[in-house]
C-alpha cells in the first residue's frame, strides 16, 4: 500500500488556473499507475485523468481533453494536475488514487488520499 496526501486546492474564479499535487509515502509510486478522480456533492465519484507507470501515458475525461494536464516525477514521489479554463462545474473533492493501471474506473484502484476541495466561482 501507498499513502496519498494531495495539496494544492483552494477557490479560484472561472477561467482560472489551479495546480494539485499528490505525494505519495511508503511503497514508491514507480509501480504503480496513478489517477485523479473528483466528486460533486450530491454526485457520484468521476474520473479525471491517469498516467501509467513509466512511460507517462496519460488519458483524460472527456470533459477535461486540453484543460487539464496530469503528470508525474517517480524520482519525487509525486503526481500533478494541473487544471486550466476552470469552470464553475470543476468544482468537487478532487481524490489522488494509485492502481496497477490507468484505469477510469475507481474500484480498479487500490489506494486513495483523503480528497481536496477545488471551488470556482462564477
Known amino acids: 500500500q501507498v499513502q496519498l496526501v494531495e495539496s494544492g486546492g483552494g477557490l479560484v474564479q472561472a477561467g482560472g488556473s489551479l495546480r494539485l499535487s499528490c505525494a505519495a509515502s511508503g511503497r514508491t509510486t514507480s509501480p504503480y499507475a496513478m489517477g485523479w478522480f473528483r466528486q460533486a456533492p450530491g454526485k457520484e465519484r468521476e474520473f479525471v485523468a491517469a498516467?501509467?507507470?513509466?512511460?507517462?501515458?496519460?488519458r483524460y475525461a472527456d470533459a477535461m481533453k486540453g484543460r487539464f494536464t496530469i503528470s508525474r516525477d517517480n524520482a519525487k514521489n509525486m503526481v500533478y494536475l494541473q487544471m486550466d479554463s476552470l469552470k464553475p462545474e470543476d468544482t468537487a473533492l478532487y481524490y489522488c488514487a494509485a492502481g496497477p493501471t490507468m484505469a477510469s474506473r475507481s474500484y480498479e484502484y487500490n489506494s486513495w488520499g483523503q480528497g481536496i476541495q477545488v471551488t470556482v466561482s462564477s
Open positions: 498516467i501509467s507507470r513509466i512511460d507517462h501515458y496519460t
